[in-house]
C-alpha cells in the first residue's frame, strides 16, 4: 500500500514508512501509479516517461533517478489500451518504443526474468 500523503509505502496496517504519521491509503491502482510517478517527479523533475505507461513502471534507478519499465508490461498496457493482439503490440512497442533515446534521462527497459 502507498501513503496519499507522500507516496511512500505504508509498513504498519496504516502508518507511513517516511513521515511516520497514520495516512490514508491511495483508493486505485491508478492513484498508486501517479502517486509513484509524483515521487519520481519530486525526486528527479527531469526524468523522463512513456505516455500511458504508468502500469509499467517497475521502479526508479537509483543513480540518474530515471524510470525503470517492464517491457512485459508496456506490451500488456499496449494490448489492453488498443485491444491488440500481442504480435501487434510487440512490433509497436519494437518500432516506436524500444529505439527512443532522448538523453540521459531517458527511460530504462527491462525484460522480466521470470
Known amino acids: ?15 507511513c514508512s517516511e513521515c511516520k504519521e497514520h ?11 501517479d502517486m509513484f510517478v509524483d515521487r519520481l517527479r519530486d525526486i528527479n523533475p527531469d526524468a523522463l516517461l512513456i505516455d ?5 513502471i517497475i521502479g526508479i534507478e537509483e543513480v540518474r533517478a530515471r524510470a525503470v519499465y517492464s517491457v512485459d508490461k508496456i506490451i500488456d498496457e ?5 485491444e491488440w493482439d500481442r504480435d501487434v503490440a510487440r512490433e509497436w512497442y519494437e518500432f516506436n518504443i524500444s529505439t527512443a533515446y532522448y538523453g540521459e ?9 521470470i
Not at 23 to 33: F, G, K, L, Q
Not at 105 to 113: A, E, R
Request: aromatic content about 6%; proline content about 2%.
Open 23 to 33: 495516512c490514508d491509503v491511495a483508493e486505485s491502482i491508478e492513484d498508486r501509479y
Open 78 to 82: 499496449l494490448c489492453r489500451l488498443n
Open 1 to 15: 500500500m502507498i501513503s496519499e500523503c507522500c507516496g511512500a509505502l505504508i509498513v504498519l496496517s496504516d502508518v
Open 52 to 56: 500511458g505507461m504508468n502500469r509499467a
Open 105 to 113: 534521462y531517458t527511460p530504462i527497459l527491462v525484460y522480466n526474468m
